[in-house]
């Protein structure tokens, strides 16, 4: 688990002080921040980037998340840091789930010898990452409170899941969500929503995951069916569901959309967000419920779904996403149990593929 947990309008404001007992000489912090917040790009008119307490040889690296985190981004960050300063004091992570996973992989990567692909997978990381902290701008993703870090390698797409993966330290400040765009908004937030009714839904459920799923499961529906416009308390409400969901997932497992939409984003590079509501609109056989509701929130919210994504694709590429997608067993177990190779075949899998 995260160790330590600010959350309020403005808690941005003590990063400073925060980091300070965390500085080991002269050792710099590192600075991850989504490319979003460049100067001049973001939406903002008092750059966000002069927010960021930099003392004595910090550095600020504007990560580019226009695709989502690659292990052979991971390892070029990590060895540049490395090669300009030796060490470094901690990697502190600002943006969306992008950026949170870079910030905790690099970590990793400053004291684990080799590439990040070779973590890839359960509990293959042997020492602790430098400190880390993780300061989201999007919620939704719950990145900010996993033990995985997820990362698209050579031959797969899996997360570094470890207990040295999880920030030392994050900061949740819902002011920082407030310029994200509402088709933006909503992809995130249903990938809360959607951790929610897996986790809920699935066969590793236990109180400790069930207490957080439906307090988070709660604050979506509050956000993305109860009300009618969205203000400060919107962000509040989803920043906290973010964090009560990954809480969820991280005492049981995700599932079919997740295990699906993986695949999908291997071959195709379709965005975990976007990717899970292509996929989550389409599984009313296994979440009848949660399938139902996501499509009022879907028209509702004002939201387009994508289609026919898979239309036209070959044979290989069939098979790769369904070689990517059985290859994440807790996620199907968790959704289908034990049996679940026997209930999920191949052909079952592609037809499914061959629906978005
Ligand atoms: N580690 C985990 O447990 C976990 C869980 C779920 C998803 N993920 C990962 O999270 C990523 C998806 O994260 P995401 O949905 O937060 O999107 P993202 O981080 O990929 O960002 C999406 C876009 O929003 C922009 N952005 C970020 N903050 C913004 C703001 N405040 N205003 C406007 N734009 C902003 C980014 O620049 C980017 O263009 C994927 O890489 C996925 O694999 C990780
Ligand atoms: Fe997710």
Known sequence: MVSYVVFGRGSFNQLDEILASYRRQDAPMIFLVDHFFSPGSGGDESPFINRIPLRGRDKVVLVDVTYEPKTSYVDKIAEQLKNEFGTVSGIIGIGGGSA??????????????????????????????????????????????????????????????????????????????????????????????????ESLNGTYLNEFSKSYGEKALQLCQKVFVEKNKWDDESDDQLMMASYAGGMSIAYSQVGIAHAVSYGLSY?????????????????????????????????KNKIEIPQHITKGLTNEQFDTMINVSMGMKPLWENALGTDWEKIMTRDKLRALYELL
């Open 100 to 197: 949170m996973d870079l910030a905790k992989a690099v970590s990793l990567m400053m004291n684990n010898p080799g590439s990040s692909a070779d973590y890839q997978g359960w509990d293959l990381v042997k020492k602790p990452g430098v400190y880390k902290a993780g300061i989201p701008t999007l919620s939704g993703t719950g990145a900010e409170v996993s033990r995985t870090t997820v990362l698209t390698g050579p031959t797969k797409k899996l997360g570094m899941n470890s207990d040295f993966t999880p920030f030392d330290q994050i900061i949740l400040d819902p002011e920082l969500t407030a310029n994200a765009p509402a088709n933006q908004r909503f992809y995130t937030g249903m990938d809360c929503y959607i951790h929610c009714i």
């Open 267 to 299: 071959s195709l590079g379709t965005k975990h967000g976007i990717g899970n509501c292509i996929v989550f609109d389409k599984l009313q056989e296994y979440y009848p419920e949660g399938v139902h509701e996501f499509k009022m929130m879907v028209e």
